[in-house]
Structure formats: structure tokens, C-alpha cells
């Protein structure tokens, strides 16, 4: 009746465990019962199993979406802090290429700022750094004229007025130039 095969000497099934003499006074009808009892629990199993595997294929969708949009997130905070990292680099920098500047650190300045590629004002101060080197050049010239004047000699006023005629318009160059003839 449960399919197995028995050898001729066993009284009893050796699968279901129903004796022999229960099985050949078996009724068709309790067979026949039994058997839709069998498919109709088999039935509800599959119908539990396919149940269960619906919702496990669920929960792992559920998962992999939630993990899709963890990664998302930390994705683009890594993007984040990455620019936020190199903003506050680019501004430490610029932070300190302008205390070259204070210090009336030109040259190094220059460099600070050209290594910034257009940060902020940087062209700007770059130009401002050349501007103060230019300013000073042009003191130093003039406090060169002053000196050679001051002297007295004449081929030191000579090299004053030379001096004096390339600052132009600086300071007072024009009104010491008038003394000369």
C-alpha cells in the first residue's frame, strides 16, 4: 500500500509498519480517504513551504534594497567629506599663503597662492603679492635717489636723476626732479 517492497518472509511492512494481515483486508474506501488526507496535507505543506519561500525572496528583496540605499548613502558621504577634505586643505592653504602675505613674505606667497589654481582670490592676490614686491623695488629706488642727493657730489646727483626719472609719479620723484636743471 506505501509503495515498499517487502520480502516474502516479513509479517510486517518494513516502511509503514502495517502488518500483512491489516493489509489484505483493506478497504478501498479508507484507502481511497486516506489518501486524499495524504495529498490534502501534502498540499497545505507545499502551499506552506511555497508560502514561506514568497516571504523569505521578500525579506531578501527588502534587504537588498535597504543595503542598495545604506550603500547609496555612505557613497555619497564618502563624495562629501572627500570634497569637505579638500575644501578645508585648499583653504588651510590659502589660510597661510595669506599669513605670507602679512609677513610681507612675497615670493613664498606667490608660490602658496599659484599652487591654489584660482581658489577664491588667489589670482588677485597673487597679483597684490607682485604689486607690494613691485612697491618696494621702486622704495628702495627711491630711498637709493634720496641717499645720492643727500651726498652732495655731482656724479651721485647724476645717478639720483636717473633713478628719479624712472620712478615717475612715485611719491614725490616729480618735485626732486624740478630741482634739477
Same mark, same amino acid.
Given at each position: 500500500?506505501?509503495?515498499?517492497?517487502?520480502?516474502?518472509?516479513?509479517?510486517?511492512?518494513?516502511?509503514?509498519?502495517?502488518?500483512?494481515?491489516?493489509?489484505?483486508?483493506?478497504?478501498?474506501?479508507? &484507502?481511497?480517504?486516506?489518501?486524499? /488526507?495524504?495529498?490534502?496535507?501534502?498540499?497545505?505543506?507545499? /502551499?506552506?513551504?511555497? &508560502?514561506? /519561500?514568497?516571504?523569505?525572496?521578500?525579506?531578501?528583496?527588502?534587504?537588498?534594497?535597504?543595503?542598495?540605499?545604506?550603500?547609496?548613502?555612505?557613497?555619497?558621504?564618502?563624495?562629501?567629506?572627500?570634497?569637505?577634505?579638500?575644501?578645508?586643505?585648499?583653504?588651510?592653504?590659502?589660510?597661510?599663503?595669506? &599669513?605670507?602675505?602679512?609677513?610681507?613674505?612675497?615670493?613664498?606667497?606667490?608660490?602658496?597662492?599659484?599652487?591654489?589654481?584660482?581658489?577664491?582670490?588667489?589670482?588677485?592676490?597673487?597679483?597684490?603679492?607682485?604689486?607690494?614686491?613691485?612697491?618696494?623695488?621702486?622704495?628702495?629706488?627711491?630711498?637709493?635717489?634720496?641717499?645720492?642727493?643727500?651726498?652732495?657730489?655731482? /656724479?651721485?646727483?647724476?645717478?639720483?636723476?636717473?633713478?628719479?626719472?624712472? &620712478?615717475?609719479?612715485?611719491?614725490?620723484?616729480?618735485?626732486?626732479?624740478?630741482?634739477?636743471?
Amino acid at each position: 500500500v506505501c509503495g515498499a517492497i517487502n520480502r516474502s518472509g516479513e509479517t510486517c511492512c518494513h516502511r509503514c509498519r502495517q502488518t500483512l494481515s491489516h493489509l489484505r483486508d483493506f478497504n478501498i474506501d479508507d &484507502l481511497r480517504k486516506r489518501k486524499d /488526507e495524504r495529498l490534502v496535507l501534502e498540499k497545505v505543506a507545499a /502551499e506552506k513551504k511555497r &508560502l514561506e /519561500e514568497e516571504e523569505a525572496k521578500r525579506r531578501n528583496i527588502r534587504t537588498a534594497k535597504r543595503a542598495a540605499a545604506i550603500l547609496a548613502v555612505v557613497a555619497v558621504l564618502c563624495v562629501a567629506a572627500r570634497f569637505a577634505i579638500g575644501a578645508i586643505e585648499k583653504n588651510n592653504a590659502y589660510n597661510e599663503a595669506a &599669513l605670507l602675505m602679512e609677513q610681507e613674505k612675497y615670493e613664498e606667497a606667490i608660490q602658496a597662492f599659484s599652487a591654489l589654481d584660482g581658489y577664491k582670490d588667489s589670482a588677485e592676490q597673487i597679483q597684490s603679492a607682485r604689486n607690494s614686491i613691485a612697491d618696494m623695488e621702486r622704495a628702495a629706488e627711491y630711498d637709493r635717489a634720496i641717499q645720492l642727493l643727500e651726498t652732495g657730489k655731482s /656724479e651721485k646727483e647724476n645717478e639720483a636723476y636717473y633713478l628719479l626719472m624712472e &620712478l615717475g609719479d612715485y611719491q614725490d620723484a616729480k618735485n626732486l626732479l624740478k630741482c634739477f636743471t
